[in-house]
Antibody, heavy 123, light 107 residues
């Protein structure tokens, strides 16, 4: 069955770029049945959707992050990526990569989650 | 953005109790409402999608209802493993948004 695993630096300096990779195993991310995305959770707080990408490369990002977010995908490597530029302490969070199911019966829901990776923004 | 408001923010209950958590959207979202459970140190887990469809493997003591702007998650006969934080989330339109969470604690 599908598993997702985030990887990337756990510490990023203010004003620099946060870069994370999500590696899928157990199934291909080239399926047309799913979207792939990122969600974050500041320590002790709630969940924030960052953005979602389709295998074709179409993306939907949260406007609250303005133009700082880039999500990309490489189906040949079974990976997708998050880049967040100009980070501040407010970007400190656990970052989850997720699969979003998309069907008439099940709707759109984040049905598979990675374990999450903590990213701290600090000098 | 659509605002999702959960109540209560926290709830104390005992094993065997029936509990209900409510979620209100700032505008109609039809039935595009999902519920997640999160335990400390773990990623959230999907419980219910499109307001009332139980995801595979989720115990039948969990149920969801509602449409439009008002939704509920009900857990009948609480088990010890149900004590966790619960989040609602709208998938009607981007940006997808979550409620602030309801922490269910043991009384």
């Amino acid at each position: 069955h599908l598993q997702l695993q985030e990887s990337g630096p756990g510490l990023v300096k203010p004003s620099e770029t946060l870069s994370l990779t999500c590696t899928a195993s157990g199934a291909s991310i080239s399926s047309n049945l799913y979207y792939w995305g990122w969600i974050r959770q500041p320590p002790g707080k709630g969940l924030e959707w960052i953005g979602t990408i389709y295998y074709s490369g179409s993306t939907y990002n949260n406007p609250s992050l303005k133009s700082r977010v880039t999500i990309s995908i490489d189906v040949s490597k079974n990976q997708f990526y998050l880049k967040l530029t100009a980070v501040t302490a407010a970007d400190t969070a656990i970052y989850y990569c997720v699969r979003m199911q998309y069907s008439n019966t099940l709707g759109k829901a984040f049905d598979i989650w990675g374990q999450g990776t903590m990213v701290t923004v600090s000098s | 953005d659509i605002q999702m408001t959960q109540s209560p923010s926290s709830l104390s209950a005992s094993v065997g109790d029936r509990v209900t958590i409510t979620c209100r959207a700032s505008q109609s979202i039809s039935s595009f409402l999902n519920w997640y459970q999160q335990k400390p140190g773990n990623a959230p887990k999907i419980l219910i999608s499109v307001a009332s469809t139980l995801q595979s493997g989720v115990p039948s003591r969990f149920s969801g209802s509602g449409s439009g702007t008002d939704f509920t998650l009900t857990i009948t006969s609480l088990h010890p493993e149900d004590f966790a934080t619960y989040y609602c989330q709208q998938s009607y339109i981007t940006p997808y948004t979550f409620g602030q969470g309801t922490k269910l604690e043991i009384k």
